[in-house]
């Protein structure tokens, strides 16, 4: 058990930029949520994938995101056309059945100039 | 969807004395209940965790919360705060039908005093 990984750990790009960040979750969970955090918040759940399929998307993920996981393994998550209100924290998680807890990596900080 | 209400953003102990941190959840069908703890530029550490066993849960570090249906609460405490409890702790619940998406408290940031 590796614990699950992401990268880059800071980015800080210009607005109008596009950005992508990529989670490597604990090999053997099937199941893999990307959540984002801002300042003084809890996370909030953006979207979950069981393998490679993306099974839930929130309200908070607006046409310029969009996340993958092709083979059911690693995931990214892409920005497009970065605005202010996308400074956070991205954090990725996973587990290995529903109602499992999930297992938090340390997360992207993503920062628009 | 569920809710989760921390009370205290902020809570302050000294050294050695009793920690609580309160959590409540909206649902009427008692959902799975978690406490996790971040630390400054990390992501969150599970702390303990209810599903449905022992309404009283044992955790890491000395931490545990009981789970009291009647109150819809999960309050976390430990007897004696020590420095490196000092952290923002999060606690989020997750429907028992589906099980996927965690839904988190703003947090409560605990200081310790020494």
């Known amino acids: 058990d590796t614990g699950v990984s992401q990268d880059p750990r800071h980015k800080i790009t210009k607005r109008g930029q596009n950005v992508t960040f990529r989670c490597d979750p604990i090999?053997?969970?099937?199941?893999l949520y990307w959540y984002r955090q801002t300042l003084g918040q809890g996370p909030e759940f953006l979207t979950y994938?069981?393998?490679?399929?993306?099974?839930?998307k929130s309200r908070l993920l607006s046409d310029r995101f969009s996340a993958e996981r092709p083979k059911g393994s690693f995931s990214t998550l892409e920005i497009q056309r970065t605005e202010q209100g996308d400074s956070a924290m991205y954090l990725c998680?996973?587990?290995?059945?529903?109602?499992?807890?999930?297992?938090f990596g340390d997360g992207t900080r993503l920062s628009i100039l | 969807a569920q809710s989760v209400t921390q009370l205290g953003s902020h809570v302050s102990v000294s050294e050695g004395a009793l920690v609580l941190l309160r959590c409540n959840y909206s649902?009427?069908?008692?959902?799975?209940l978690f406490w996790y703890v971040q630390y400054p530029n990390q992501g969150l550490q599970l702390l303990l965790k209810?599903?449905?066993?022992?309404?009283l849960v044992k955790g890491i570090n000395g931490f545990e919360a009981e789970f009291k249906k009647s109150e819809t609460s999960f309050h976390l405490t430990k007897p004696s705060a020590h420095m490196s409890d000092a952290a923002e702790y999060f606690c989020?619940?997750?429907?028992?039908?589906?099980?996927?998406?965690?839904?988190f408290g703003t947090g409560t940031s605990l200081t310790v005093i020494p």
């Open positions: 998680a996973s587990s290995l059945v529903a109602g499992q807890p999930q297992h």
């Open positions: 090999s053997e969970h099937n199941r």
């Open positions: 994938f069981q393998n490679e399929a993306q099974l839930e």
């Open positions: 649902s009427s069908v008692p959902p799975y």
């Open positions: 209810y599903t449905s066993a022992a309404t």
């Open positions: 989020a619940v997750s429907d028992r039908s589906t099980g996927n998406q965690f839904y």
